[in-house]
């Protein structure tokens, strides 16, 4: 499957949360389905979450990294007591992805309609 972009959600009248946020954000779906599983299971660690969405560990991993960079999702350190750390990763709350959503669409729309009013066919 093509990596999922907002024009797929053209025409598109009941898409689920996961494909609007692979779409807006430009993530797969395979990372979407870890944002929804960190929403399930908050401060899951690499393998708790690989364990979860029956995925290989490293998979996993360079997801919870994409959504990192896309804002959704934080990692925090904790301290082992027998020494080292382990990182554990919790989703962005959802009211402030669906703001993030909502923002990024509105500007999305905002480009089309410039497009749309910009259009001079003398122009082309």
């Known amino acids: 499957m093509s990596d999922p972009e907002i024009e797929d959600l ?3 009248r ?3 949360f996961e494909h609007v946020l692979s779409c807006v954000f430009g993530v797969r ?6 944002y929804l599983a960190l929403l399930e299971y908050p401060g899951s660690t690499v393998a708790e979450l690989a364990d979860a969405l029956d995925r290989d560990r490293s998979n996993v991993n360079r997801s919870l990294s994409t959504l990192r960079e896309k804002g959704l999702v934080e990692r925090r350190r904790r301290l082992l007591d027998s020494g080292g750390y382990v990182y554990q990763y919790t989703a962005t709350p959802v009211p402030e992805a ?20 910009g259009f001079d066919p003398d122009e082309r």
């Open 98 to 117: 669906k703001r993030r959503l909502h923002d990024a669409l509105d500007e999305w729309v905002a480009d089309v309609h410039d497009a749309i009013d």
């Open 10 to 12: 053209v025409g598109d």
């Open 14 to 16: 009941s898409p689920s």
């Open 29 to 34: 779906d395979h990372e979407s389905r870890a």
